[in-house]
């Protein structure tokens, strides 16, 4: 077998780079976590892109798209462009609007009662005479009023230095915002000249790749941009309407926190699978707080709901639009939130949609003769 010398140069290039892998991979890890925070409002800038590009679109395509006015044309993306982002703004505002005031008075309405329950709870023991006296003369003569001032006080105090803590909050906060906003910026120039970038990454993979490979992966983004949009669209769809169903059923019912507690369920339901019940948990929580009575109807009511948007809502908006099975939607929940927690849970099923696609096609290009019956 005769060798070439390119393929000699290529081996002797992959060993000498294994080499410096092994032996310096401390340093690559490091230097590779320093490139990917400096690139942290990059990466931010093109996720809240793909988002707000789905929001532009649909804008787009109602956007006086009859009209041959060149006005029209040239305001077009510009105009849809502001009416994404601050729809995204009204949800996300709106939802923090319904959450943070209730969930504080909710906090305020603990602190205030938690003593009375304490008393009650030692009365209650203290009937069932279960423990020795001398304990119970110790619980007994207990101010639990100054007792859970004194703990909150020591929490507080558990922090640090006010003024440290103020400047280390307000200096995060300023750092996070800076972020937020060149992600935003990098965001617009990315709407903007979408279709351009778009041109120019396919003329350069045509430049430097062989025409199979070239359409390969022009085959896999595609594939992947549909599972990811018709995703996040059917979640969110998902979302709003589980959220609704929750508000109207606890109008119905006369549950307090209506509004809170459904617009709570409907943003944690954008958490595949495991989502809605930590809105639900919360929300029981807090109805605990008023009645315990209504806390329990509330859980009933929302494992009824549970049940529908399981068996009919979620397979109809979001399963059918992806079309990853049931078991691989859990599997890929799992072990994307093991791997990187709750992003890695939104990330997760995506994702696992992708490759299932991609190799479900793969598949179903074999030969008849080399494949089973069932397939």
């Known amino acids: 077998m005769k060798l070439e010398w390119k393929t000699c140069f290529r081996a002797g290039v992959s060993i000498f780079v294994l080499y410096l892998c092994i032996f310096y991979w401390k340093n690559a890890a490091s230097l590779l976590a320093a490139l990917l925070g400096a690139a942290t409002p990059l990466i931010l800038g093109c996720a809240v892109a793909y988002i707000v590009n789905i929001l532009m679109d649909f804008y787009e395509k109602r956007f006086f798209v009859h009209s041959d006015r060149a006005i029209i044309g040239k305001s077009r ?12 703004a009204a949800i996300i505002v709106l939802v923090i609007g319904l959450v943070v005031p209730q969930l504080y008075s909710c906090i305020q309405l603990i602190l205030s009662t938690l003593p009375g329950v304490m008393e009650d709870l030692v009365e209650a023991v203290e009937k069932l005479d279960v423990l020795p006296e001398d304990v119970m003369n110790a619980f007994s003569n207990v101010d639990w009023q100054s007792r859970i001032g004194e703990l909150v006080k020591g929490l507080l105090s558990g922090i640090g230095n006010v003024m440290d803590m103020v400047i280390s909050v307000v200096s995060s906060a300023v750092s996070r915002l800076v972020t937020l906003f060149m992600a935003i910026i990098f965001a617009i120039y990315l709407l903007l000249g979408k279709e351009k970038l778009g041109s120019q990454a396919k003329r350069l993979m045509r430049r430097y ?58 943003f944690t339901a954008l958490i595949p699978v495991a ?73 997760g099923v995506p994702i696992a949609a992708t490759v299932y696609q991609l190799l479900r096609e793969d598949v179903r290009k074999a030969p008849k003769a080399e494949l089973p019956a069932d397939v």
């Not at 993306?77 to 729809?87: E, G, Q």
């Not at 509330?298 to 639009?321: D, K, M, T």
């Open 77 to 88: 993306r510009p105009v849809c462009m502001v009416l994404a982002f601050a729809t995204l």
């Open 209 to 266: 790749m062989k025409k199979r490979p070239y359409e390969t992966c022009l085959h896999f983004f595609s594939v992947m941009n549909d599972c990811f949009r018709n995703y996040i669209v059917g979640q969110c769809t998902e979302a709003v309407i589980l959220g609704v169903l929750c508000t109207v059923g606890m109008l119905l019912m006369r549950l307090p926190y209506a509004a809170m507690v459904g617009a709570l369920v409907a």
């Open 275 to 347: 989502g809605a019940y930590i809105g639900a948990g919360v929300g029981a929580f807090m109805i605990l707080t008023v009645s315990p009575a209504k806390a329990i109807i509330f859980l009933i009511f929302i494992a009824v709901l549970q049940q529908v948007e399981g068996n009919l809502i979620y397979p109809r908006v979001v399963g059918s639009s992806i079309g990853l099975p049931a078991l691989w939607v859990l599997a890929a929940v799992t072990i994307g939130g093991g791997i990187m927690g709750i992003g890695g849970m939104l990330l």
